[in-house]
């Protein structure tokens, strides 16, 4: 019988995959069907048995930026530009980067956006940091724009995620293994439109330092 529920809810051969679109997780969740979440982990509990997930090992991403800052470029004051309060992909990076350098100072931006990283970068600045790691590429960015207008140089900044930005900046970044990423999610999609109704899986991909 549970076998036979769970072909029903892939008859229709819809399998939504959802990137920052908790509304539509949670209509997912209640009415328990199959679906792919993206750079997020499900909801624990029994909602969790339709949910896949492909997305990133944050926490080590944030260690290994604290390791190339400390032990490598032999930085002795360290920030963190973070993303917004209560963000899991956020707190998961600076977790990691705290676990390898505690003292850090820790500035958060409202948002992921460049626009929101100027607003605060200056808080970041102010504790004279030689080097910094952002939480991702936009607010790397935004951090690099304020040093400059400041006259800063000789900073040390470390990205996350090597958007087209951090190319561009020639920035060194955390780098997402997106090519990886997307084989994942491609097999994902295929085995569940072809009726595979096995139990939900969770692949987390390692990401790694992108020298610039």
Not at 18 to 40: A, I, Q, S
Not at 121 to 128: F, I, N, Q, S, T
Request: hydrophobic share 45%.
């Amino acid at each position: 019988m549970r076998l036979t529920r769970d072909r029903a809810r892939l008859e229709a051969r819809t399998y939504p995959v959802l990137w920052e679109c908790p509304e539509t997780l949670g209509r997912l969740v209640r009415t328990g069907g199959f679906g792919l979440l993206l750079n997020r982990m499900p909801p624990e509990g029994l909602a969790a048995r339709f949910i896949d997930s492909v997305g990133v090992e944050d926490r080590s991403g944030g260690r290994s930026a604290a390791e190339v800052l400390a032990r490598q470029w032999r930085c002795g004051r360290v920030a963190v530009l973070a993303g917004p309060r209560g963000d899991p992909r956020s707190e998961r990076r600076v977790e990691g980067f705290l676990q390898v350098l505690p003292g850090a100072v820790v500035v958060h931006a409202r948002s992921w956006e460049r626009e929101a990283g100027l607003r605060v970068a200056g808080k970041v600045l102010e504790a004279a940091p030689d080097g910094i790691f952002c939480v991702n590429d936009r607010l790397a960015q935004a951090l690099w724009e304020a040093a400059a207008g400041q006259g800063r140089a000789g900073l040390r900044v470390i990205g996350f995620d090597n958007a087209p930005v951090a190319e561009e900046l020639g920035l060194t970044t955390i780098a997402i293994p997106w090519e990886e990423f997307v084989e994942e999610v491609a097999v994902r999609i295929g085995r569940r439109l072809d009726g595979d109704n096995g139990t939900a899986r969770q692949v987390n991909l390692v990401p790694r330092i992108l020298y610039r």
